[in-house]
């Protein structure tokens, strides 16, 4: 079955650093992929999509220049936090489609981000 | 728009049956089922599309109305591998875009 990595699966970083979530699909090419954020208990938020070649679609609320999203070729997107918070402590999941319409979702393991 | 889960939590003990609802006040297109240990990924169950199909894998199945925009998912006999949250996500139309996830119903069995 379709396959999407997530890297790296937690990180501990200091208020006001970056970091960068990796995304890949590894046995399928994604044009699109989707970044979703879950605070504890509580549901998948979509953030933002990401589009392969072109600039990402973020929802109402989400920060463009904060959250920064590539999407340089067909199987890597890449989520960068900027100056990071406490607040923006969460499981950040990363997901794609087989193929269109009709396909499921395929979840990365999901980055466990510690803003300290 | 959010699709709105019912219940937020239900406790069974192992061979119990359970119900969980996903409503949208919008016409859906399809809806899919997701599973979500603690601490992990979700894991996709079953999709559902448009045409009330009814789909099941294993004793878990499900149901779509969508002339009344909702799913309910079905477990029957729960084993306790079946604990974790349930999430439905809802798509509006044949676009292929985001899922948009309800607030999830807890399910949690035990022997």
């Known amino acids: 079955g379709a396959v999407v990595s997530q890297h790296p699966s937690w990180v501990i970083c200091k208020s006001g650093t970056s970091v960068k979530i990796e995304c890949r699909s590894l046995?399928?090419?994604?044009?699109?992929m989707f970044w979703y954020r879950q605070f504890p208990k509580q549901s998948l938020m979509l953030m933002a999509t990401?589009?392969?070649?072109?600039?990402?679609?973020?929802e109402q609320g989400v920060e463009k220049d904060k959250f920064l999203i590539n999407h340089a070729s067909l199987t890597l997107s890449t989520l960068t936090v900027t100056s990071a918070h406490p607040e923006d402590s969460s499981f950040y999941i990363c997901s794609a489609r087989l193929w269109g319409y009709n396909s499921p979702l395929h979840f990365g393991n999901g980055t466990r981000l510690t803003v300290t | 728009q959010q699709p709105v889960q019912s219940p937020q939590a239900v406790i069974l003990r192992e061979g119990e049956d359970a119900v969980i609802n996903c409503s949208s006040s919008k016409a859906l297109y399809s809806v899919h089922w997701y599973r979500q240990k603690h601490g992990e990924a979700p894991v996709f169950l079953m999709i559902l599309l448009k045409g009330g199909e009814q789909k099941g894998h294993e004793k878990i199945s499900a149901s779509f109305n969508e002339k009344k925009q909702q799913s309910s998912l079905y477990l029957t006999a729960s084993q306790l591998s079946y604990s974790g949250t349930y999430f439905c996500g809802t798509e509006i139309n044949q676009a292929g875009t985001a899922l948009i996830f309800g607030k999830g119903t807890t399910l949690s069995v035990s022997s």
């Open positions: 046995d399928f090419q994604a044009t699109t």
């Open positions: 990401s589009n392969e070649g072109s600039k990402a679609t973020y």
